[in-house]
C-alpha cells in the first residue's frame, strides 16, 4: 500500500513570529523520530533555504508552480535539495512574488496548483510541511487548499486575538470552498519567554477562548538565542545544541503531532 504524507501548512500573516523555524525544527525532530520530511517554501523570503543553509538556488517554488499551471510533467526529484538536516526541501527565491498575480490570473487553477504538486510527492515522505508567507494572498491560499492541518505558531503577547480571528476566517474560507477536510492542528506558542510578566497568563487566555475548537499545544517553545544562531549557520537547533530547552520543547512537540 501506498502511504501519502501529512500535508502541514504553517501559518500566520503576522511576519517575524517562528513559522520558518517551527517549519524546520519541527521537520528535524520528525526526521530524527524516523519519518521522510520534505519541505516546500511558499515564501518569497527564501529563509527556509537559507536556515538549512543553501545560497544561490537554481529550481525554485515558483518554477515548479509555472509547470504546474502550464501542465507540464514533473519529475520526483525536480527542484528538490536535499540538506545536510536530512530534510527536503524545494526552495523560494523572491522572484516567487511575482507567482501571486500570476496565480490570481489563472483563477481556480491557481488556487490549486500547489495541492496538484504534492499530489506527485506525497507517497515519497511521512510529512511535508509548507512554509507560508506574512501575508494572505494566493501563495498562502494554495498552502490551505494543499493541506492537511495547520499549524499557526504565534507570540505571548498582549492583543494577538484580532490576526488571528482574520487568519481563521481565512482557514475557514479555505475549508468550505475548496479543502472540506482542512483541519486546524493547533495554536503554538513560540519564542516563549516565561520571565516576561503576563506570558503565562496571555497563553491561558488564548487557551480558554478557543478551549471548545482550537486544540492549543502543550509544548512552548522557549526563546533561546541559540535558536537563532542555529539558522544563521544553516542548522537545526536539535544539530546545533541537541540538549538545548528548545531542542526538547520540538521533540515534544513531534510527539503531540505524531499523536494527533
Ligand atoms: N524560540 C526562539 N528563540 C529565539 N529566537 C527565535 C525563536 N523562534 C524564532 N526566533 C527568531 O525569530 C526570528 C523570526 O523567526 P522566523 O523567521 O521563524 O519567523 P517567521 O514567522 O517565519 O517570519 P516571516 O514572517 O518573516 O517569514 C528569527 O530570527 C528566529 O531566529
Ligand atoms: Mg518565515
Known sequence: MNKKASVISVVNQKGGIGKTTTTINLCKALQEKGFKTAIIEMDPQ???ATALGFKNVEITTKDVLIRICMEEEISLDYGILHSTEEIDLLPATPELAGMEYVLYELKEKGRTALKKYI????????YIFIDCPPFLGLLSANALIAADSVIIPMLAEPLPTQGLQQLLKTILEARKKSNPNLKIAGILFMNVDLRTANTLSIIEQ?????????????????????????????????TYEPKNDASKAFLELAEEIIHG
Open 119 to 126: 499530489k506527485i510527492m506525497e507517497t515519497h515522505y511521512d
Open 206 to 238: 488564548i487557551r480558554a477562548a478557543y478551549k471548545n475548537n482550537i486544540y492549543v499545544f502543550k509544548t512552548l517553545v522557549p526563546r533561546r538565542i541559540a535558536v537563532s544562531e542555529a539558522q544563521g549557520m544553516g542548522k537545526s537547533i536539535l
Open 46 to 48: 527564501g529563509n527556509a
